[in-house]
């Protein structure tokens, strides 16, 4: 409405039909003080100015040692030697976490199914 826009797309034509059909709209200059845009600022007179937040944020002070990291450790490779002065290998494999197969638990869940279905039958 007045911004040079020449259309409108919405999910809602009843809302933007009754907006564009608003009296209010076209009355220019003459409208009431409470249909007036508020200017910024312009409610803080109104405001109670215990309620009001901190004009600005507390600045903690802060010292060299808040902000000043120490350096980081140097990087080296790491190679681990046996008591006779040659260099172990890493081991090649993963050692195994002790748990049982998955397919020792398909096979059981398998045969208890079928157990159960013979038994329905």
């Known amino acids: 409405m007045g911004a ?8 809602f034509p009843g809302t933007a039909n009754a907006y ?3 009296r209010c709209l076209k009355m220019g200059n003459k409208k ?3 249909m007036k845009p508020t200017p910024p600022g312009g409610l803080l007179p109104i405001v109670n100015a215990a309620l009001l937040p901190p004009a600005e944020a507390p600045n903690p002070v802060l010292t060299e040692s808040d902000v ?3 350096p980081l450790p140097s990087v080296t490779k790491n190679t681990s030697t046996s008591g ?7 081991p090649t494999s993963p050692k195994p976490s002790g748990q049982p197969q998955s397919t020792t638990y ?3 869940s398998s045969l208890g199914i079928f157990l159960t279905t013979l038994l329905l039958l």
């Open 20 to 22: 564009r059909n608003n």
């Open 106 to 108: 398909v096979l059981f």
């Open 4 to 11: 040079g826009i020449n259309g409108i797309i919405t999910d």
């Open 32 to 34: 009431p003080g409470y």
């Open 84 to 90: 006779n002065g040659t260099v172990a290998s890493p």
């Open 68 to 70: 000043a990291e120490p």
